[in-house]
Protein backbone atom coordinates (compact mmCIF):
# COMPACT_ATOMS: atom_id res chain seq x y z
CA UNK A 1 0.00 0.00 0.00
CA UNK A 2 1.56 3.19 -0.88
CA UNK A 3 1.63 5.91 1.83
CA UNK A 4 -0.47 8.21 -0.19
CA UNK A 5 -2.95 6.00 -0.78
CA UNK A 6 -3.49 4.79 2.88
CA UNK A 7 -2.96 8.55 4.53
CA UNK A 8 -5.59 10.13 2.27
CA UNK A 9 -7.95 7.30 2.41
CA UNK A 10 -7.84 6.98 6.51
CA UNK A 11 -8.24 10.63 6.43
CA UNK A 12 -11.47 10.93 4.37
CA UNK A 13 -13.21 7.62 6.03
CA UNK A 14 -12.46 8.72 9.23
CA UNK A 15 -14.70 12.01 8.53
CA UNK A 16 -17.69 9.79 8.89
CA UNK A 17 -16.57 8.36 12.23
CA UNK A 18 -15.32 10.61 13.96
CA UNK A 19 -18.49 12.39 15.34
CA UNK A 20 -17.23 11.23 19.16
CA UNK A 21 -14.28 13.57 19.16
CA UNK A 22 -16.10 16.69 16.93
CA UNK A 23 -18.04 19.69 18.19
CA UNK A 24 -21.65 19.51 18.71
CA UNK A 25 -24.18 21.72 17.27
CA UNK A 26 -23.60 24.02 20.15
CA UNK A 27 -20.09 24.42 19.89
CA UNK A 28 -19.16 21.53 22.49
CA UNK A 29 -16.82 19.07 22.06
CA UNK A 30 -17.44 15.25 23.16
CA UNK A 31 -14.37 13.63 23.81
CA UNK A 32 -13.62 10.14 22.66
CA UNK A 33 -10.83 7.92 20.54
CA UNK A 34 -10.44 9.02 16.92
CA UNK A 35 -11.85 5.24 15.42
CA UNK A 36 -9.32 4.29 12.26
CA UNK A 37 -10.14 3.13 8.75
CA UNK A 38 -10.68 0.21 7.78
CA UNK A 39 -8.60 -1.45 4.35
CA UNK A 40 -10.24 -3.99 2.24
CA UNK A 41 -8.11 -7.02 2.07
CA UNK A 42 -9.02 -8.00 -1.08
CA UNK A 43 -11.54 -7.87 -4.04
CA UNK A 44 -13.84 -10.33 -2.77
CA UNK A 45 -14.14 -8.62 0.50
CA UNK A 46 -14.62 -5.50 -0.82
CA UNK A 47 -17.56 -6.32 -3.54
CA UNK A 48 -18.81 -8.35 -0.55
CA UNK A 49 -18.83 -5.20 1.42
CA UNK A 50 -20.57 -3.36 -1.26
CA UNK A 51 -23.37 -6.08 -1.81
CA UNK A 52 -24.19 -6.71 1.70
CA UNK A 53 -24.94 -2.40 2.29
CA UNK A 54 -26.93 -1.94 -0.83
CA UNK A 55 -30.19 -1.77 -0.01
CA UNK A 56 -32.84 -4.10 -1.38
CA UNK A 57 -34.31 -2.71 -4.72
CA UNK A 58 -37.64 -0.86 -5.28
CA UNK A 59 -39.27 -1.69 -8.19
CA UNK A 60 -39.87 1.15 -10.38
CA UNK A 61 -41.31 1.87 -14.00
CA UNK A 62 -39.55 2.72 -16.58
CA UNK A 63 -36.14 0.99 -18.31
CA UNK A 64 -33.51 2.31 -16.10
CA UNK A 65 -33.58 2.47 -12.24
CA UNK A 66 -33.27 5.79 -10.83
CA UNK A 67 -29.41 6.25 -8.88
CA UNK A 68 -31.01 8.71 -6.35
CA UNK A 69 -32.96 5.65 -4.93
CA UNK A 70 -29.33 4.43 -3.84
CA UNK A 71 -27.83 6.12 -1.44
CA UNK A 72 -23.75 6.72 -3.09
CA UNK A 73 -21.42 9.46 -2.03
CA UNK A 74 -20.19 12.05 -4.33
CA UNK A 75 -20.27 15.90 -5.16
CA UNK A 76 -18.44 18.61 -4.04
CA UNK A 77 -16.28 21.30 -4.94
CA UNK A 78 -11.94 22.18 -4.39
CA UNK A 79 -8.35 20.18 -4.15
CA UNK A 80 -4.85 20.60 -3.21
CA UNK A 81 -1.64 20.33 -3.76
CA UNK A 82 2.08 20.38 -2.68
CA UNK A 83 4.62 22.72 -1.40
CA UNK A 84 7.45 23.16 0.12
CA UNK A 85 7.54 23.63 4.29
CA UNK A 86 6.93 26.97 4.37
CA UNK A 87 4.10 29.08 6.51
CA UNK A 88 1.11 30.08 3.97
CA UNK A 89 0.89 33.65 2.85
CA UNK A 90 -2.02 35.71 4.36
CA UNK A 91 -3.07 37.10 1.75
CA UNK A 92 -4.44 36.36 -1.65
CA UNK A 93 -2.42 35.26 -4.39
CA UNK A 94 0.47 37.44 -6.31
CA UNK A 95 -1.14 39.99 -8.72
CA UNK A 96 1.82 38.99 -11.42
CA UNK A 97 3.20 36.61 -13.49
CA UNK A 98 5.72 39.18 -13.82
CA UNK A 99 5.68 42.69 -13.88
CA UNK A 100 3.62 43.35 -16.31
CA UNK A 101 0.92 40.43 -16.07
CA UNK A 102 -1.78 38.87 -14.19
CA UNK A 103 -2.24 35.29 -13.05
CA UNK A 104 -5.57 33.52 -12.31
CA UNK A 105 -6.99 35.12 -9.27
CA UNK A 106 -6.28 32.26 -6.21
CA UNK A 107 -7.07 31.74 -2.99
CA UNK A 108 -3.64 31.15 -1.22
CA UNK A 109 0.28 32.55 -3.54
CA UNK A 110 1.56 29.18 -3.86
CA UNK A 111 -1.28 26.85 -4.80
CA UNK A 112 -2.61 26.95 -8.10
CA UNK A 113 -6.15 26.25 -9.03
CA UNK A 114 -7.62 24.80 -12.34
CA UNK A 115 -9.11 27.53 -15.12
CA UNK A 116 -9.75 28.55 -18.41
CA UNK A 117 -7.33 31.37 -18.99
CA UNK A 118 -3.53 31.30 -17.60
CA UNK A 119 -0.70 33.10 -19.05
CA UNK A 120 3.02 32.61 -18.86
CA UNK A 121 3.57 36.30 -18.98
CA UNK A 122 4.26 35.79 -22.98
CA UNK A 123 1.49 33.80 -23.84
CA UNK A 124 -2.20 33.32 -23.36
CA UNK A 125 -3.19 29.96 -23.21
CA UNK A 126 -7.10 29.45 -22.78
CA UNK A 127 -9.54 26.55 -23.53
CA UNK A 128 -13.28 27.36 -24.90
CA UNK A 129 -15.43 24.97 -26.32
CA UNK A 130 -13.13 22.07 -25.98
CA UNK A 131 -10.21 23.77 -28.08
CA UNK A 132 -6.80 24.70 -26.11
CA UNK A 133 -5.23 27.52 -27.83
CA UNK A 134 -2.07 29.85 -27.19
CA UNK A 135 -2.09 33.46 -28.07
CA UNK A 136 1.07 35.34 -28.69
CA UNK A 137 -0.14 38.23 -26.06
CA UNK A 138 3.12 40.94 -26.57
CA UNK A 139 3.02 40.94 -30.17
CA UNK A 140 1.49 44.43 -31.39
CA UNK A 141 -1.33 42.75 -32.88
CA UNK A 142 -2.02 39.16 -31.21
CA UNK A 143 -2.28 35.96 -32.77
CA UNK A 144 -2.98 32.27 -32.24
CA UNK A 145 0.11 30.42 -32.41
CA UNK A 146 -1.17 26.86 -32.29
CA UNK A 147 -4.51 24.74 -30.82
CA UNK A 148 -5.28 21.46 -29.80
CA UNK A 149 -9.14 20.09 -29.60
CA UNK A 150 -9.52 18.58 -25.93
CA UNK A 151 -11.24 15.51 -25.36
CA UNK A 152 -14.90 15.64 -23.59
CA UNK A 153 -16.83 18.86 -23.12
CA UNK A 154 -16.45 21.91 -20.93
CA UNK A 155 -12.78 21.73 -19.25
CA UNK A 156 -10.67 23.95 -17.38
CA UNK A 157 -6.50 23.63 -17.30
CA UNK A 158 -3.65 24.02 -15.20
CA UNK A 159 0.16 25.07 -16.61
CA UNK A 160 3.47 24.27 -15.35
CA UNK A 161 6.63 25.16 -17.15
CA UNK A 162 6.44 22.96 -20.64
CA UNK A 163 3.22 21.44 -19.51
CA UNK A 164 -0.57 21.94 -19.30
CA UNK A 165 -3.09 19.52 -18.10
CA UNK A 166 -6.60 20.11 -19.02
CA UNK A 167 -9.52 18.46 -17.20
CA UNK A 168 -12.82 17.65 -18.99
CA UNK A 169 -15.71 15.98 -18.47
CA UNK A 170 -15.98 12.82 -20.80
CA UNK A 171 -20.17 11.14 -20.61
CA UNK A 172 -19.82 9.76 -17.04
CA UNK A 173 -16.15 10.25 -16.23
CA UNK A 174 -13.00 12.67 -16.27
CA UNK A 175 -10.65 12.87 -19.22
CA UNK A 176 -6.91 13.99 -17.90
CA UNK A 177 -5.46 15.66 -21.20
CA UNK A 178 -1.08 16.25 -20.64
CA UNK A 179 -0.48 18.69 -23.39
CA UNK A 180 3.45 19.84 -24.19
CA UNK A 181 3.77 23.39 -24.39
CA UNK A 182 7.14 23.61 -25.04
CA UNK A 183 6.84 25.13 -28.39
CA UNK A 184 3.17 26.91 -27.77
CA UNK A 185 3.59 27.30 -31.92
CA UNK A 186 2.96 23.44 -31.71
CA UNK A 187 1.17 21.90 -28.83
CA UNK A 188 0.59 18.91 -29.01
CA UNK A 189 -0.76 16.49 -26.96
CA UNK A 190 0.94 13.54 -24.95
CA UNK A 191 -1.28 11.44 -23.23
CA UNK A 192 -5.07 11.07 -22.34
CA UNK A 193 -6.50 9.35 -19.12
CA UNK A 194 -9.79 8.78 -19.02
CA UNK A 195 -11.38 8.18 -15.53
CA UNK A 196 -14.95 6.80 -13.86
CA UNK A 197 -15.91 9.63 -12.08
CA UNK A 198 -17.13 13.45 -11.74
CA UNK A 199 -14.21 15.84 -11.33
CA UNK A 200 -14.36 17.50 -8.02
CA UNK A 201 -11.52 19.93 -7.61
CA UNK A 202 -7.38 20.11 -8.34
CA UNK A 203 -4.57 21.90 -6.94
CA UNK A 204 -1.03 22.46 -8.20
CA UNK A 205 1.92 23.11 -6.30
CA UNK A 206 5.09 23.45 -7.26
CA UNK A 207 5.15 20.55 -10.56
CA UNK A 208 2.58 17.89 -8.27
CA UNK A 209 -1.56 17.99 -8.73
CA UNK A 210 -4.04 16.44 -6.92
CA UNK A 211 -7.17 15.41 -8.54
CA UNK A 212 -9.98 14.82 -6.65
CA UNK A 213 -13.27 12.25 -8.30
CA UNK A 214 -15.98 10.68 -7.26
CA UNK A 215 -18.09 7.78 -8.89
CA UNK A 216 -20.55 5.90 -8.84
CA UNK A 217 -19.64 2.08 -9.29
CA UNK A 218 -21.31 0.81 -12.11
CA UNK A 219 -22.79 -2.26 -10.30
CA UNK A 220 -25.31 0.04 -9.32
CA UNK A 221 -26.63 1.39 -11.81
CA UNK A 222 -29.65 0.56 -13.73
CA UNK A 223 -29.90 -2.27 -16.14
CA UNK A 224 -33.05 -2.80 -17.40
CA UNK A 225 -35.09 -5.94 -17.28
CA UNK A 226 -37.31 -6.82 -20.54
CA UNK A 227 -40.94 -4.91 -19.46
CA UNK A 228 -42.06 -2.18 -17.75
CA UNK A 229 -40.46 -3.61 -14.20
CA UNK A 230 -36.63 -3.05 -13.30
CA UNK A 231 -35.23 -4.48 -10.34
CA UNK A 232 -32.14 -1.83 -10.48
CA UNK A 233 -29.10 -2.97 -8.42
CA UNK A 234 -30.05 -6.41 -7.56
CA UNK A 235 -30.26 -7.14 -11.13
CA UNK A 236 -26.44 -6.27 -11.43
CA UNK A 237 -25.30 -7.87 -8.28
CA UNK A 238 -27.76 -11.02 -9.32
CA UNK A 239 -25.94 -10.98 -12.68
CA UNK A 240 -21.99 -9.88 -11.28
CA UNK A 241 -22.06 -13.15 -9.08
CA UNK A 242 -22.00 -15.13 -12.19
CA UNK A 243 -18.92 -13.48 -13.57
CA UNK A 244 -15.24 -14.03 -12.91
CA UNK A 245 -14.03 -11.79 -9.93
CA UNK A 246 -11.83 -9.41 -12.34
CA UNK A 247 -15.26 -8.84 -14.13
CA UNK A 248 -16.96 -8.56 -10.93
CA UNK A 249 -14.02 -6.30 -9.19
CA UNK A 250 -14.65 -3.47 -12.40
CA UNK A 251 -18.34 -2.97 -11.34
CA UNK A 252 -17.41 -1.74 -7.82
CA UNK A 253 -14.21 -0.04 -8.14
CA UNK A 254 -13.33 2.29 -11.03
CA UNK A 255 -11.62 1.83 -13.97
CA UNK A 256 -8.97 4.40 -16.12
CA UNK A 257 -7.88 3.95 -19.81
CA UNK A 258 -4.57 5.69 -20.54
CA UNK A 259 -3.77 6.32 -24.31
CA UNK A 260 -0.39 7.30 -25.83
CA UNK A 261 -0.65 9.52 -28.87
CA UNK A 262 3.00 8.81 -29.97
CA UNK A 263 2.78 5.11 -29.37
CA UNK A 264 -0.57 4.85 -29.90
CA UNK A 265 -1.18 2.42 -27.56
CA UNK A 266 -3.74 1.82 -24.75
CA UNK A 267 -3.67 0.71 -21.57
CA UNK A 268 -6.41 -0.58 -19.08
CA UNK A 269 -6.72 -0.79 -15.44
CA UNK A 270 -8.79 0.02 -12.38
CA UNK A 271 -8.18 3.45 -10.89
CA UNK A 272 -7.32 2.17 -7.49
CA UNK A 273 -6.35 -1.59 -6.07
CA UNK A 274 -8.71 -2.76 -3.51
CA UNK A 275 -6.73 -3.39 -1.22
CA UNK A 276 -5.56 0.94 -1.81
CA UNK A 277 -9.68 1.24 -1.15
CA UNK A 278 -10.65 2.07 2.33
CA UNK A 279 -13.76 2.75 4.26
CA UNK A 280 -15.91 3.93 7.68
CA UNK A 281 -16.98 1.53 10.57
CA UNK A 282 -20.64 2.29 9.75
CA UNK A 283 -21.28 2.26 6.30
CA UNK A 284 -21.59 5.94 4.71
CA UNK A 285 -22.75 4.99 1.05
CA UNK A 286 -21.49 2.69 -1.89
CA UNK A 287 -19.95 5.93 -3.86
CA UNK A 288 -15.91 6.51 -4.09
CA UNK A 289 -13.98 9.34 -3.90
CA UNK A 290 -10.45 8.73 -5.60
CA UNK A 291 -7.24 11.12 -5.58
CA UNK A 292 -5.02 10.99 -7.98
CA UNK A 293 -1.53 12.55 -7.66
CA UNK A 294 0.28 13.43 -10.74
CA UNK A 295 4.10 14.68 -11.47
CA UNK A 296 3.77 17.38 -14.07
CA UNK A 297 7.47 16.72 -14.83
CA UNK A 298 6.93 13.15 -15.26
CA UNK A 299 3.11 13.13 -16.83
CA UNK A 300 0.70 11.10 -17.37
CA UNK A 301 -0.74 8.15 -15.39
CA UNK A 302 -0.93 9.20 -11.98
CA UNK A 303 1.97 8.32 -9.64
CA UNK A 304 -0.50 7.14 -7.13
CA UNK A 305 -4.60 6.62 -6.46
CA UNK A 306 -6.19 6.09 -3.44
CA UNK A 307 -9.94 5.99 -2.79
CA UNK A 308 -12.37 5.86 0.34
CA UNK A 309 -16.06 4.81 0.48
CA UNK A 310 -17.19 8.27 1.07
CA UNK A 311 -17.96 12.05 -0.68
CA UNK A 312 -15.61 15.28 -0.67
CA UNK A 313 -17.03 18.52 -0.86
CA UNK A 314 -14.68 21.21 -0.21
CA UNK A 315 -11.19 20.93 -0.42
CA UNK A 316 -8.35 23.82 0.64
CA UNK A 317 -5.01 23.75 0.62
CA UNK A 318 -2.24 26.26 1.97
CA UNK A 319 1.30 25.43 1.33
CA UNK A 320 2.23 23.28 4.05
CA UNK A 321 -1.68 21.24 4.14
CA UNK A 322 -4.88 19.96 2.21
CA UNK A 323 -7.88 20.05 4.01
CA UNK A 324 -10.78 17.45 2.60
CA UNK A 325 -14.10 18.34 3.54
CA UNK A 326 -16.72 15.92 3.61
CA UNK A 327 -20.97 16.47 3.85
CA UNK A 328 -22.17 15.76 7.40
CA UNK A 329 -20.90 13.87 10.50
CA UNK A 330 -22.07 11.17 12.44
CA UNK A 331 -23.20 14.21 14.23
CA UNK A 332 -26.40 14.88 11.69
CA UNK A 333 -25.23 18.79 9.92
CA UNK A 334 -21.78 18.51 10.95
CA UNK A 335 -18.86 18.73 8.89
CA UNK A 336 -16.27 16.26 8.82
CA UNK A 337 -12.46 17.16 7.72
CA UNK A 338 -9.08 15.58 7.09
CA UNK A 339 -5.76 16.79 7.30
CA UNK A 340 -2.86 16.07 5.39
CA UNK A 341 0.72 17.16 4.94
CA UNK A 342 1.31 17.93 1.30
CA UNK A 343 4.93 19.51 1.55
CA UNK A 344 6.49 16.37 -0.41
CA UNK A 345 6.52 16.86 -3.97
CA UNK A 346 4.64 13.11 -4.29
CA UNK A 347 3.47 12.06 -0.96
CA UNK A 348 0.21 13.10 0.89
CA UNK A 349 0.09 11.81 4.48
CA UNK A 350 -2.58 11.83 6.45
CA UNK A 351 -2.42 13.38 9.73
CA UNK A 352 -5.51 13.87 11.45
CA UNK A 353 -9.31 14.14 11.22
CA UNK A 354 -12.49 16.34 13.26
CA UNK A 355 -15.53 17.97 12.69
CA UNK A 356 -17.02 21.45 13.23
CA UNK A 357 -20.71 22.28 13.39
CA UNK A 358 -23.10 23.06 10.81
CA UNK A 359 -21.99 23.47 7.13
CA UNK A 360 -19.23 25.11 4.86
CA UNK A 361 -19.83 27.82 2.37
CA UNK A 362 -16.64 26.93 0.26
CA UNK A 363 -13.06 27.14 -0.56
CA UNK A 364 -12.71 30.23 1.77
CA UNK A 365 -14.69 29.21 4.86
CA UNK A 366 -11.20 27.72 5.36
CA UNK A 367 -8.05 29.06 6.10
CA UNK A 368 -5.07 27.85 8.05
CA UNK A 369 -2.03 30.01 9.50
CA UNK A 370 0.14 29.01 11.86
CA UNK A 371 -0.99 25.50 11.92
CA UNK A 372 -3.90 26.04 13.05
CA UNK A 373 -7.25 25.40 10.70
CA UNK A 374 -9.93 27.95 10.92
CA UNK A 375 -13.33 27.17 9.40
CA UNK A 376 -16.61 28.76 9.09
CA UNK A 377 -19.60 27.72 9.01
CA UNK A 378 -23.27 27.50 9.46
CA UNK A 379 -25.69 25.34 11.80
CA UNK A 380 -29.15 24.93 12.57
CA UNK A 381 -31.49 23.86 15.45
CA UNK A 382 -35.04 23.67 14.25
CA UNK A 383 -36.33 27.26 12.93
CA UNK A 384 -32.84 28.63 13.85
CA UNK A 385 -29.95 29.32 12.44
CA UNK A 386 -26.17 30.87 13.60
CA UNK A 387 -22.67 30.59 12.26
CA UNK A 388 -19.51 29.57 14.12
CA UNK A 389 -15.66 30.44 13.69
CA UNK A 390 -14.07 27.43 14.97
CA UNK A 391 -10.10 27.06 15.04
CA UNK A 392 -8.57 23.32 15.33
CA UNK A 393 -5.43 22.32 15.70
CA UNK A 394 -3.67 19.04 15.04
CA UNK A 395 -3.47 16.79 18.23
CA UNK A 396 -2.53 12.94 18.07
CA UNK A 397 -4.02 12.22 14.87
CA UNK A 398 -7.23 14.59 15.82
CA UNK A 399 -8.09 17.95 14.36
CA UNK A 400 -9.11 19.20 18.00
CA UNK A 401 -10.86 22.35 18.54
CA UNK A 402 -9.12 24.46 20.63
CA UNK A 403 -11.05 27.88 20.47
CA UNK A 404 -15.04 28.54 18.94
CA UNK A 405 -17.01 31.91 18.24
CA UNK A 406 -20.65 31.49 17.94
CA UNK A 407 -23.96 33.19 17.99
CA UNK A 408 -22.73 35.02 14.27
CA UNK A 409 -26.09 36.51 12.56
CA UNK A 410 -28.55 34.68 13.88
CA UNK A 411 -31.03 33.55 12.00
CA UNK A 412 -29.07 34.04 8.86
CA UNK A 413 -26.65 32.37 7.04
CA UNK A 414 -22.89 33.13 5.91
CA UNK A 415 -22.71 34.28 2.10
CA UNK A 416 -18.93 35.26 2.52
CA UNK A 417 -15.82 34.74 4.15
CA UNK A 418 -12.09 35.86 4.44
CA UNK A 419 -9.62 35.25 6.46
CA UNK A 420 -6.58 37.45 6.45
CA UNK A 421 -3.17 36.29 8.86
CA UNK A 422 -5.03 37.17 12.15
CA UNK A 423 -7.92 38.13 11.09
CA UNK A 424 -11.67 37.11 9.57
CA UNK A 425 -14.09 38.48 8.11
CA UNK A 426 -17.49 36.69 7.51
CA UNK A 427 -20.52 38.12 5.80
CA UNK A 428 -23.89 36.84 6.68
CA UNK A 429 -27.02 37.83 5.66
CA UNK A 430 -30.94 37.60 5.22
CA UNK A 431 -32.68 40.84 5.01
CA UNK A 432 -29.49 43.11 6.08
CA UNK A 433 -25.57 42.61 5.42
CA UNK A 434 -23.60 42.58 8.99
CA UNK A 435 -19.53 42.18 7.83
CA UNK A 436 -18.21 40.48 11.36
CA UNK A 437 -14.71 41.48 11.81
CA UNK A 438 -12.64 38.89 14.00
CA UNK A 439 -9.75 38.94 15.86
CA UNK A 440 -8.10 35.28 16.06
CA UNK A 441 -4.29 36.43 17.20
CA UNK A 442 -5.27 34.04 20.35
CA UNK A 443 -6.53 30.51 18.49
CA UNK A 444 -8.30 29.70 21.92
CA UNK A 445 -10.16 32.51 22.14
CA UNK A 446 -11.34 33.79 19.10
CA UNK A 447 -13.42 37.02 19.37
CA UNK A 448 -16.06 39.11 17.47
CA UNK A 449 -14.61 42.44 17.40
CA UNK A 450 -16.68 44.50 15.26
CA UNK A 451 -19.69 44.32 13.36
CA UNK A 452 -21.13 46.83 10.31
CA UNK A 453 -24.62 46.79 8.98
CA UNK A 454 -25.73 47.51 6.02
CA UNK A 455 -28.12 47.04 2.89
CA UNK A 456 -27.29 43.84 0.18
CA UNK A 457 -24.64 41.36 0.81
CA UNK A 458 -21.24 40.50 -0.24
CA UNK A 459 -20.37 37.35 -1.56
CA UNK A 460 -16.77 37.43 -2.16
CA UNK A 461 -14.45 39.39 -0.25
CA UNK A 462 -10.88 40.54 -1.81
CA UNK A 463 -8.20 42.50 -0.04
CA UNK A 464 -7.12 45.54 -2.05
CA UNK A 465 -4.75 47.23 0.71
CA UNK A 466 -3.59 46.73 4.19
CA UNK A 467 -6.86 47.73 5.51
CA UNK A 468 -9.12 47.43 3.05
CA UNK A 469 -11.51 45.21 1.92
CA UNK A 470 -13.49 44.81 -1.86
CA UNK A 471 -17.10 43.40 -1.47
CA UNK A 472 -19.11 42.30 -4.39
CA UNK A 473 -22.33 40.69 -4.31
CA UNK A 474 -25.80 42.47 -3.97
CA UNK A 475 -27.65 45.72 -2.98
CA UNK A 476 -31.14 44.79 -1.57
CA UNK A 477 -34.04 46.57 -0.19
CA UNK A 478 -34.75 46.41 3.75
CA UNK A 479 -36.83 43.85 3.08
CA UNK A 480 -34.13 41.95 1.31
CA UNK A 481 -35.32 42.04 -1.93
CA UNK A 482 -32.22 41.74 -4.30
CA UNK A 483 -31.53 44.92 -6.48
CA UNK A 484 -28.60 44.47 -8.79
CA UNK A 485 -24.64 44.08 -8.41
CA UNK A 486 -23.07 46.39 -5.95
CA UNK A 487 -19.11 46.59 -5.24
CA UNK A 488 -18.58 47.75 -1.84
CA UNK A 489 -15.15 49.15 -0.19
CA UNK A 490 -14.48 49.02 3.50
CA UNK A 491 -12.19 50.41 6.01
CA UNK A 492 -11.12 47.61 8.42
CA UNK A 493 -8.04 49.40 9.73
CA UNK A 494 -9.82 49.52 13.35
CA UNK A 495 -11.12 45.82 13.40
CA UNK A 496 -13.82 46.98 16.24
CA UNK A 497 -14.97 49.79 14.14
CA UNK A 498 -14.95 48.89 10.36
CA UNK A 499 -16.73 51.13 7.87
CA UNK A 500 -18.02 51.58 4.77
CA UNK A 501 -16.58 53.99 2.88
CA UNK A 502 -17.95 53.53 -0.48
CA UNK A 503 -20.63 51.57 -1.95
CA UNK A 504 -21.47 51.70 -5.70
CA UNK A 505 -24.44 50.00 -7.11
CA UNK A 506 -24.34 49.01 -11.03
CA UNK A 507 -28.20 48.54 -11.57
CA UNK A 508 -31.09 46.89 -10.45
CA UNK A 509 -31.48 43.81 -13.71
CA UNK A 510 -27.22 43.14 -13.36
CA UNK A 511 -25.49 39.96 -11.82
CA UNK A 512 -21.72 39.23 -12.07
CA UNK A 513 -20.04 36.02 -12.16
CA UNK A 514 -17.26 37.00 -9.76
CA UNK A 515 -20.15 37.35 -7.21
CA UNK A 516 -19.87 33.10 -7.20
CA UNK A 517 -16.86 32.44 -9.27
CA UNK A 518 -13.43 34.13 -8.03
CA UNK A 519 -11.65 33.25 -11.27
CA UNK A 520 -13.99 35.55 -13.04
CA UNK A 521 -12.39 38.44 -10.62
CA UNK A 522 -8.76 40.85 -12.21
CA UNK A 523 -7.57 43.21 -9.35
CA UNK A 524 -4.69 44.76 -10.71
CA UNK A 525 -2.44 46.16 -7.99
CA UNK A 526 -0.51 47.77 -9.95
CA UNK A 527 -3.12 50.53 -11.40
CA UNK A 528 -5.36 49.62 -8.00
CA UNK A 529 -7.79 48.30 -11.05
CA UNK A 530 -10.90 45.92 -10.16
CA UNK A 531 -12.22 44.52 -13.51
CA UNK A 532 -15.64 42.44 -12.93
CA UNK A 533 -17.93 40.99 -15.76
CA UNK A 534 -21.63 42.22 -15.49
CA UNK A 535 -24.67 41.10 -16.93
CA UNK A 536 -27.70 43.29 -17.17
CA UNK A 537 -30.67 40.96 -18.65
CA UNK A 538 -32.88 43.82 -18.97
CA UNK A 539 -30.08 45.73 -21.85
CA UNK A 540 -29.97 41.90 -23.53
CA UNK A 541 -26.06 42.80 -24.24
CA UNK A 542 -23.75 40.23 -23.69
CA UNK A 543 -21.53 40.21 -20.49
CA UNK A 544 -18.66 43.06 -20.72
CA UNK A 545 -16.17 43.56 -18.25
CA UNK A 546 -15.69 46.85 -16.16
CA UNK A 547 -13.09 48.58 -15.21
CA UNK A 548 -13.19 50.48 -11.87
CA UNK A 549 -10.26 51.92 -9.99
CA UNK A 550 -10.48 51.45 -5.97
CA UNK A 551 -8.90 54.12 -3.89
CA UNK A 552 -9.31 54.28 0.24
CA UNK A 553 -9.58 58.37 -0.43
CA UNK A 554 -11.15 58.65 -3.76
CA UNK A 555 -13.20 55.41 -3.41
CA UNK A 556 -14.83 53.39 -6.34
CA UNK A 557 -14.43 55.06 -9.67
CA UNK A 558 -15.66 53.62 -13.00
CA UNK A 559 -12.65 53.12 -15.53
CA UNK A 560 -14.15 51.94 -18.47
CA UNK A 561 -16.73 49.18 -19.97
CA UNK A 562 -15.11 46.75 -22.35
CA UNK A 563 -17.51 46.16 -26.02
CA UNK A 564 -17.91 42.38 -26.93
CA UNK A 565 -20.10 40.81 -28.80
CA UNK A 566 -20.31 37.73 -27.07
CA UNK A 567 -20.14 37.10 -23.07
CA UNK A 568 -16.78 38.17 -21.10
CA UNK A 569 -15.66 34.88 -19.53
CA UNK A 570 -12.58 35.70 -18.55
CA UNK A 571 -9.75 38.89 -18.22
CA UNK A 572 -6.26 39.02 -18.08
CA UNK A 573 -3.21 41.44 -18.17
CA UNK A 574 -0.15 40.83 -20.54
CA UNK A 575 2.21 43.27 -21.40
CA UNK A 576 0.40 46.32 -19.61
CA UNK A 577 -2.82 45.37 -21.72
CA UNK A 578 -6.03 44.43 -20.71
CA UNK A 579 -7.29 41.27 -22.54
CA UNK A 580 -10.69 40.47 -22.82
CA UNK A 581 -11.63 36.00 -23.25
CA UNK A 582 -14.62 35.62 -25.19
CA UNK A 583 -16.12 32.46 -26.99
CA UNK A 584 -14.98 33.92 -30.58
CA UNK A 585 -11.29 35.59 -29.25
CA UNK A 586 -8.95 37.74 -27.55
CA UNK A 587 -10.00 41.20 -27.29
CA UNK A 588 -7.07 43.74 -26.34
CA UNK A 589 -7.63 47.07 -24.64
CA UNK A 590 -5.88 50.34 -23.15
CA UNK A 591 -5.33 49.27 -19.28
CA UNK A 592 -5.90 53.07 -18.57
CA UNK A 593 -8.84 54.36 -20.61
CA UNK A 594 -10.51 50.68 -21.94
CA UNK A 595 -9.71 52.15 -25.54
CA UNK A 596 -10.49 49.12 -27.52
CA UNK A 597 -7.46 47.68 -29.17
CA UNK A 598 -6.48 44.64 -31.65
CA UNK A 599 -9.12 41.69 -31.86
CA UNK A 600 -7.72 38.05 -31.92
CA UNK A 601 -10.70 35.82 -33.53
CA UNK A 602 -10.11 32.16 -32.29
CA UNK A 603 -10.61 30.07 -35.80
CA UNK A 604 -12.96 27.08 -35.94
CA UNK A 605 -10.96 24.67 -33.77
Known amino acids: MRITARALLVAMVLAATVAAGAPAADGKAKRAATPRLKAFASCAGLIGYARRHVPPPRPVV ?11 SGGGEDGSGTVPPAAPAPVTAPDSAGNDSSTTNIQEAGVDEPDIAKSDGTNVYTLT ?51 DVANPAGMRVVRTLSVDGEHISSRLTNRTVRIVVASVPRAIEAVPLPGPISTGPQVVADAARKKPLRARRAGWVPSSVLRNRRTHRTRRRALVACDDVRRTPRFSGAGMVTVLTVDLERGLPAIDSDAVMTDARTVYASLGSVYVATAGGWERGDTSIHRFDINGPQRT ?43 LATRAGRLEKV ?11 IYAVRFIGDRGYVVTFRQTDPLFTLDLADPSHPTVRGELKLLGFSSYLHPVGEHELLGIGQDATPEGIQQGTQLSLFDVADPAAP ?31 AVVPVSDYESGRPTQAMGFSVNRDAGIGATGTTIETSDVLRTVVVAGRLFTLTGQGLHAYDLDTFASGPLTPFPPG
Open 499 to 529: RLLQRRALGVSTSSEAEYDHHAFLWWAPKRL
Open 349 to 391: DYRASGQVPGELLNQFSLSEDKGVLRAATTGSSGSDSQSYVTV
Open 403 to 413: GQVGGLGRGER
Open 62 to 72: GPRFPPQQVPV
Open 129 to 179: DGVLRATDARSPTPRVLSSVRIPGSGGEFLLQGRRILAISSGGAGTVLTEV
